[in-house]
T-cell receptor, first 115, second 113 residues
């Protein structure tokens, strides 16, 4: 059974810092990995989707890397801003079978960026 | 597009009552997913549909839960009878492709007393 772990559980940084969020998964047989953002009381917003054949994806100040063989992904946020404060979740999708739609989520990292 | 629409946004009910949650996916999306989020268990997939047909319902906790998708623009998740341990936020998501990005609705916050 796939298990996804995110470290740290919470992170507080001053505005302007670069930071890294970590995600690890136990089964490397994945099709892709997705990073989401969740604001309090809201749904999830997709940030980046990285295919298993890719090493990284970038969108603006965000960069996600994937090392499938070691079961790790990182989300790098450059020049953090108070508006980046949210919970960040990673989710993996298995390869093959009828479980292709089944995302397995980590517990998330709660990020606070203070002015 | 308005995105994924869920109703109601909040529901408070008493144990034993029937609860129906509703979802309208993004137009043209053939895949619809129901998730449950709790502090203890995080975000879990309950069931998903492709072209209105349930594909994987292995995450449905027990027979008290049922989900239907009568047409491409509407789905329901029903709990009967409800129990306090069903209290959670229930999310609906849809996607255009089976392996593509899932777009989430705002969720329904359910409290069973």
């Amino acid at each position: 059974k796939q298990e996804v772990t995110q470290i740290p559980a919470a992170l507080s940084v001053p505005e302007g810092e670069n930071l890294v969020l970590n995600c690890s998964f136990t089964d490397s047989a994945i099709y892709n990995l997705q990073w989401f953002r969740q604001d309090p009381g809201k749904g999830l917003t997709s940030l980046l989707l990285i295919q298993s054949s890719q090493r990284e994806q970038t969108s603006g100040r965000l960069n996600a890397s994937l090392d499938k063989s070691s079961g790790r992904s990182t989300l790098y946020i450059a020049a953090s801003q108070p508006g980046d404060s949210a919970t960040y979740l990673c989710a993996v999708r298995p390869s093959g079978g009828t479980s292709y739609g089944k995302l397995t989520f980590g517990q998330g990292t709660i990020l606070t960026v203070h002015p | 597009d308005a995105g994924v629409i869920q109703s109601p946004r909040h529901e408070v009910t008493e144990m034993g009552q029937e609860v129906t949650l509703r979802c309208k996916p993004i137009s043209g999306h053939d895949y619809l997913f129901w998730y449950r989020q709790t502090m203890m268990r995080g975000l879990e997939l309950l069931i998903y549909f492709n072209n209105n047909v349930p594909i994987d319902d292995s995450g449905m906790p027990e027979d008290r839960f049922s989900a239907k998708m009568p047409n491409a623009s509407f789905s329901t998740l029903k709990i009967q009878p409800s129990e306090p341990r069903d209290s959670a936020v229930y999310f609906c998501a849809s996607s255009l492709y089976p392996l593509g990005t899932q777009y989430f609705g705002p969720g329904t916050r359910l409290l069973v007393l």
